[in-house]
């Protein structure tokens, strides 16, 4: 089994205190529709300066797509893929979604972490997330991968467009964003919910009425005692190779970074015939009630824990 390759960076229960276990998932996130990628107060995507890449340091602006984005999107995506396989196998509904509502008790939660709001209850523990999210940059410049729309109004009494009300900036479709998705201290069920939900999410849309479909492309996975690589270099890294995006260049690009880790020794970068196969049988595990039971217990085990129980 190709998942078992990553054991030795699995833990067999999630525990509320965590060791330096750490798979790093690298995978591409590419836009196949107009995106806006934009905080809430203007309608200009978010940018940053960066060097063009590892070889060529003069400065350009990119897209960010920022983690928090990245993982509200998924955390959801995980919690309705838990509620749907739950109520197949026949648990009940899961009472549980963001971002006033977390249960506190389900995998979404012992992997995403949450805090309890609910003042009139007892004293009930926060969680820590174990997955973590960093903010991707676009493979291109910003003026390649910007577009900008006008948009008028139409007036409801005669049908006429009314003047232009302004201008809405988007990510073009076929823009790249390399990214990375790190768990701490996770189970191999935890890893085959993460690898399923980042094949299933795949509307990221901050105006969800137009545009923002993505597709998730898992090219890369390493297991070792700490992160070995950012999403910044991955991209700057990936610029200089962007005439051959494969499985191959990831797989070398964190072989070059494992020589960097504190602990390379304990560093293991699968060959992309092993991140295909280890993604396709994460896949092909059905959530059946024995997974999604397992799952729930390790988060029943973690809350008694945290209580010294
Ligand atoms: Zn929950």
């Excluded at 880790?261 to 959530?287: H, W, Y």
Aim: aromatic share 6%.
């Amino acid at each position: 089994m190709s998942l078992s390759l990553l054991k030795d960076y699995l833990v067999d229960t999630p525990q509320p205190i965590i060791g330096a276990k750490t798979v790093q998932i690298v995978l591409f996130r590419e836009v196949l529709d107009y995106t806006v990628l934009r905080t809430e107060e203007t309608r200009e995507l978010n940018t940053v300066v960066t060097p063009l890449s590892i070889s060529q340091t003069d400065d350009v602006r990119r897209v960010a797509f920022l983690g928090t984005k990245q993982k509200a999107v998924e955390s959801r995506e995980m919690e309705r893929m838990l509620r749907t396989a739950g109520e197949a196998v026949g648990r009940g509904g899961l009472d549980c979604y963001l971002k006033d509502n977390l249960c506190l008790a389900c995998p979404r939660c012992a992997l995403f972490g949450g805090t309890n709001v609910d003042s009139s209850s007892e004293k009930i523990a926060n969680i820590k997330h174990r997955i973590e999210y960093g903010t991707a940059f676009s493979l291109l410049p910003f003026e390649e991968v910007e577009t900008a729309t006008t948009f008028n109004a139409i007036n409801d009494q005669n049908q006429k467009t009314g003047q232009a009300l302004g201008t809405r900036y988007a990510v073009r479709p076929a823009t790249l964003f390399p990214s990375i998705v790190t768990l701490k201290s996770a189970t191999l069920r935890e890893l085959v919910l993460t690898l399923k939900t980042l094949l299933a999410a795949k509307n990221y849309g901050a105006e969800t009425r137009i545009g923002g479909d993505l597709r998730n492309t898992i090219v890369g996975i390493a297991g070792g005692w700490e992160e070995i690589i950012t999403p910044l270099e991955l991209t700057l890294e990936l610029f200089d190779k962007k005439d051959d995006l494969s499985g191959e260049t990831a797989a070398a690009i964190l072989q070059k970074y494992k020589a960097y880790a504190g602990n390379p020794q304990q560093v293991k970068v699968l060959s992309p015939v092993e991140v295909d196969k280890t993604v396709e049988e994460a896949a092909n595990i059905a959530l059946y009630k024995e997974f999604i039971a397992n799952a729930y217990a390790d988060v029943e085990e973690y809350r008694k824990q945290q209580k010294g129980k």
